[in-house]
């Protein structure tokens, strides 16, 4: 393949910038039987994108699990579907926002949430809660305050004007996501399980419906942007990204469910990133048909649009249907009544090709199959994580007041309140909003009902760093686990995958790495990923983010009498650990916060430990035995007494062992939870704890307004929530 | 109880305020779109919270001209009680039954939390359940509940006794510390603050159940 | 014709954004800069070709809904 042929103006040069390499452009060629001409280019280079095809990804993700009983709807659709019983299901779905969100903070965060919403309301949900995960650089950082600010104000603008709560969430620092932000938004919807709607366009010559708001040039080549590296220059490439209207989004919303409530629809998709070449591509690929639009008919916000602008513009707002012949005038109707567009520009066809007309003439003709089944597969080589050794706990210098250091330790960037955050987003909307953030899960009521569901993002990137096996194992452990805290039974999950540069092995092998120890979590617990997405190439000069795979789970309450907080409630009562408590101080918070060291291996997961002691934990609140329940993660023991203690305005003495104080008080073991408890009510677990296997300490007694170890090193509880509440205002009010 | 809930295209508390009304009432109040020219005959009006129309130009500006608001100006000019919660009030402002404008609340973030709210006129149709100097909690979620008036009006509004509720810490620099004003008739009250999301233990509070007894017991 | 309308907020009306803006300008180094006020800028394209007619069409505009004149002014600009 020597000499390519060329048509229309392009060089190599113009396959390059649309990030097609040499030998995917011949594939092209090969594929067509010709040149592709400019507007056939860039449809492929979007759909052959990492971004639209996970062409470094796909062949790792395979190994996921993805199926279970309660598992309506897999990965491959818009979101994932779960079962809650009684013909309801929840829809939810994670995505990154990265790139965009780095250049405009209010308007890239704005449009992912933007974005995640509509892939759950097109499958026929009412969103019902957001979450968000969110890595930042390091305070010290000149961008990170302006970043962290615009991305809050952008999530909360948006999702506010939609009337969606915004129920939690996470946040971490750190210097390795100076150059390379991470927006990560999840939406989960309610869906009646007899009316989900999905994106397959089955049948020919039926009518191909845009609707939504206009097309304009804004953020075209955004999902090529999204598979680049980013240099110095990054500002500069301010224009490609686009602009959220949560007023038209809202109206969209409110449309789509409305005509959902009618026959009319055979399959609908939202535009997303690649707009309407993905979702019309994706759309008659599953449909098994092709798609023949007449591209004059497009709502065009901006004069003399072209097509090959039309099919790769990312303004936001915009869904794609196709509709039972004959039903176009009552789906008119409700769009009408709404204000937005609507209109038939398309047609389905028998062809299996996506046919673009415009003025009269042929302008683009492309199999269906070549830009998805055809496009390239890499197996990319990566190399293994050199395994980090087991720090000793003698490698740390105890504290010399405890009282002091926890003080410290609650009130640094990665555990301090997120209050300053959270306010900023509307979390009692829709009025049922039963645990607001800052729980181990957020819990929403499902509406006219007393069941609720249960969600939680987490993921530790310096543990996928340290060890990305531990790491992803520890991602979806201490996902059901926050799930398992607030009395829920864990019914799946969806993940965000954010690395660095895949073409890079040892980047590589810390994707799979990451995806080996989630999917060994997801089978051991019965916990199976329904949807996600990837972003790779988060790197700036060379530098890449710390391996971070989030994960957002779900999970269902069936008696919302039997859900469970972290707040400590009753003075005499007594603090029972469930699991063991090692000591593992290697890169732990307390390690990083009082000792600078970030070095040695992660604390491992037993995932059938984990799997035994959460299930016991459930069995507890079940059974109403325990009165707060908090899951022991960054920071340790103390640290999960103290924000017990704080969320409750109750202090407890903890009994420690006297050598290692700091191993057994900061270490950050898995698997473990603080239970609290009546003096009558502890004898009977620790024996019934016995009995299951599971390790179960009295770790101290509830009482007085401090914290205190073994009587001493005392710390009131108002000053560790002085310290708690104080960093972020204080560093978001600090003059730049 | 017959009661009507004014829908904007970009409300988003409506279905929380028809819920409150239903449980309190045993009621289900008509939802009435905001391009209808008609009301149907109630006794009680509620303006929700939301965006209306995305509050582009001025928060609740574009709602204030919608057709339907120029029979909720007639209603509440005929003595029908008019309850306008958070962007609701909004509307009641910039459609002239009720003086002053909410702006930009002074720390220029959205603030959602619980705030406290002292009951300052406890003898109106809407608040006849608490009692004078009652401190309630009440979640706040909005961007502009910052009230400003002149000092004419802030001064009526004193002498007469049209301040409903007072909160007790600001959160967004309210003249006064205004949370919740009346007209000068009584029969319209606009708050900030959410009485809709607190009817409930399981939603963390019953504070706001009472001013839709007041209001169902005041009509009835 | 084209109608460029300038909605600036009254004198004495706390203007929380000009403040804000205010002080960022201090912190970024531009000594000097005192009294910020933001305010709104629209434009419209009239049909109208009549000067003194369009004026009173875009006045009853910004009383009936480009301007809350509780506390905003307005400012209006034509181009024939």
């Known amino acids: 393949m020597s000499e390519l042929p060329y048509s229309d103006g392009i060089t190599p040069e113009t396959v390059t910038e649309h990030g097609l390499t040499p030998d995917e452009y011949a594939l092209i060629v090969e594929k067509m039987g010709r040149a592709p001409n400019t507007t056939e280019l860039g449809i492929f280079s979007v759909m052959w994108s990492e971004h639209c095809s996970y062409k470094s990804s796909r062949k790792h993700l395979a190994g996921l699990p993805t199926t279970g009983p309660q598992v309506i709807c897999g990965p491959g659709e818009n979101a994932g579907i779960v079962d809650l019983g009684d013909g309801q299901a929840a829809v939810f779905k994670m995505e990154s926002h990265n790139h965009p969100s780095y250049i405009e903070p209010y308007q890239g965060a704005a449009t992912g949430v933007g974005g995640i919403m509509r892939d759950v309301f097109t499958m026929g949900a009412r969103p019902i809660a957001n979450m968000n995960a969110l890595r930042f650089g390091d305070p010290s950082h000149d961008k990170t305050r302006h970043l962290l600010s615009g991305v809050v104000a952008g999530i909360g603008g948006y999702g506010n004007c939609m009337g969606v709560p915004t129920v939690g969430g996470e946040v971490n620092f750190h210097k390795r996501y100076n150059g390379n932000i991470l927006v990560n938004a999840m939406t989960v919807g309610l869906v009646e399980t007899d009316k989900i709607f999905y994106s397959a366009a089955k049948g020919v010559g039926n009518p191909v419906v845009y609707v939504g708001s206009k097309t304009g040039r804004d953020g075209i080549h955004g999902a090529t942007m999204a598979s680049a590296e980013f240099d110095d220059d990054s500002d500069e490439k301010r224009p490609t990204v686009q602009v959220g209207d949560p007023f038209a989004e809202k109206l969209l919303l409110e449309a789509c469910l409305e005509l959902m409530s009618s026959d009319a629809i055979i399959a609908i998709q939202d535009m997303g990133a690649a707009g309407l070449t993905s979702s019309s591509v994706e759309m008659a690929d599953k449909g098994g048909v092709g798609i023949h639009f007449n591209l004059d008919k497009v709502p065009c916000r901006e004069e003399a649009m072209l097509p090959y602008e039309m099919m790769l513009s990312e303004s936001q707002e915009r869904m794609l249907m196709v509709l039972k012949p004959g039903k176009e005038d009552d789906a008119h109707k409700v769009f009408q009544k709404w204000g937005l567009d609507f209109a038939v520009i398309g047609i389905t066809t028998d062809t299996h090709h996506l046919v673009l007309e415009f003025k009269g003439e042929i302008v683009a003709d492309m199999p269906v199959d070549a830009l998805t089944d055809a496009a390239p597969i890499y197996d990319r080589p990566w190399e293994p994580t050199p395994k980090r050794d087991t720090l000793p706990a003698d490698t740390f210098a105890e504290p010399a007041d405890y009282g002091a250091t926890l003080k410290q330790l609650v009130g640094c960037p990665d555990l301090a309140s997120r209050r300053w955050i959270w306010q900023q987003y509307d979390h009692t909307v829709m009025g049922d909003t039963v645990q607001t953030p800052g729980g181990d899960a957020a819990i929403v009521r499902i509406h006219g009902t007393n069941k609720g569901v249960a969600i939680s993002t987490d993921v530790t990137p310096r543990y996928c760093f340290a060890d990305p096996h531990e790491g992803g194992k520890q991602a979806v452990a201490e996902t059901w686990r926050n799930l398992t805290a607030v009395g829920a039974t864990p019914l799946g999950m969806t993940d965000c995958l954010n690395f660095g540069n895949p073409e890079k092995p040892d980047i590589m092998g810390q994707f799979v790495g990451c995806l080996r120890g989630m999917g060994e979590a997801g089978d051991a617990l019965d916990f199976p990923i329904v949807s996600g997405n990837v972003s790779l190439y988060n790197e700036t000069n060379g530098e890449a983010i710390y391996p971070t795979p989030a994960i957002g789970g779900v999970g269902l309450l069936k008696d919302l009498d039997k859900r469970m907080d972290m707040a400590l409630k009753d003075s005499g009562e007594l603090l029972i650990v469930i699991g063991d408590t090692k000591g593992h101080l290697g890169s732990s918070i307390f390690a990083r916060e009082i000792h600078g060291n970030e070095d040695g291996a992660p604390p491992p997961v037993d995932l059938g430990t984990e799997r035994r002691n959460g299930d016991f934990v459930r069995s507890l609140i079940e059974g109403k035995r325990v009165s707060a329940v908090h899951d022991v993660a960054d920071g340790g023991l103390l640290v999960t007494v103290a924000e017990m203690a704080m969320a409750g305005g109750i202090g407890a003495n903890i009994d420690a062992p006297r050598d290692t104080t700091h191993a057994y008080l900061f270490g950050e073991d898995q698997s473990r939870y603080v239970i609290s408890v009546t003096a009558q009510g502890a004898e009977t677990i620790i024996r019934d704890a016995e009995n299951a296997g599971v390790p179960a300490t009295i770790l101290g007694q509830v009482g007085s307004d401090a914290i205190s170890i073994n009587g001493q090193h005392t710390v009131t509880v108002n000053s560790l929530r002085g310290s708690h509440e104080r960093w972020m205002p204080a560093f978001m009010a600090a003059a730049s | ?220 | 014709m084209k109608a460029r309308v300038h909605i600036t907020l009254k004198s004495g009306v706390l203007d929380p954004q000009g403040k804000a803006i205010e002080h960022s300008l201090a912190d970024l180094g531009f000594a000097g800069v005192g009294d910020v006020r933001q305010g709104k800028y629209i434009e419209l394209d009239l049909t109208e070709t009549d000067p003194e007619k369009a004026r009173a069409d875009v006045t009853a505009m910004c009383e009936k809904l480009l301007a809350n004149t509780v506390i905003e002014n307005y400012v209006i600009d034509l181009d024939a």
């Not at chain 2, 002053?100 to 009951?119: D, I, P, Q, S, Y």
């Not at chain 2, 608040?127 to 910052?146: F, W």
């Open chain 2, 1 to 220: 109880m017959k009661s009507a809930v004014i829908v904007f295209p970009a409300s988003n508390c409506d279905r929380d305020a028809a819920v409150a009304l239903e449980a309190v009432s045993g009621a289900a109040p008509h939802m009435v779109w905001h391009g209808e020219t008609d009301l149907p005959p109630v006794d009680f009006i509620l303006l929700p919270g939301g965006f209306s129309y995305g509050d582009y130009l001025r928060s609740g500006a574009m709602a204030a001209r919608s057709p339907i608001m120029r029979e909720v100006i007639k209603a509440a000019h005929n003595g029908t009680p008019v309850l306008g919660i958070c962007n609701g009030f909004q509307v009641l402002t910039e459609s002239g039954l009720l003086p002053g404008v909410l702006m930009r609340n002074a720390g220029l973030t959205f603030v959602c939390k619980t705030v406290h709210l002292r009951v300052e006129n406890n003898e109106t149709l809407f608040t006849r359940h608490y009692n004078k100097g009652d401190q309630i909690a009440v979640p706040v979620a909005h961007h502009d509940g910052n009230y400003f008036a002149d000092a004419d009006t802030l001064k009526d509004l004193e002498d007469q006794n049209r301040i409903a509720f007072r909160y007790v810490d600001n959160p967004n620099g309210s003249q006064n510390d205004i949370a919740g004003i009346l007209n000068a008739n009584g029969n319209v009250l606009g708050m900030m603050p959410h009485p809709e999301r607190v009817i409930a233990p399981i939603l963390g509070g019953t504070d706001g159940a009472a001013m839709f007894e007041s209001i169902l017991e005041a009509v009835a």
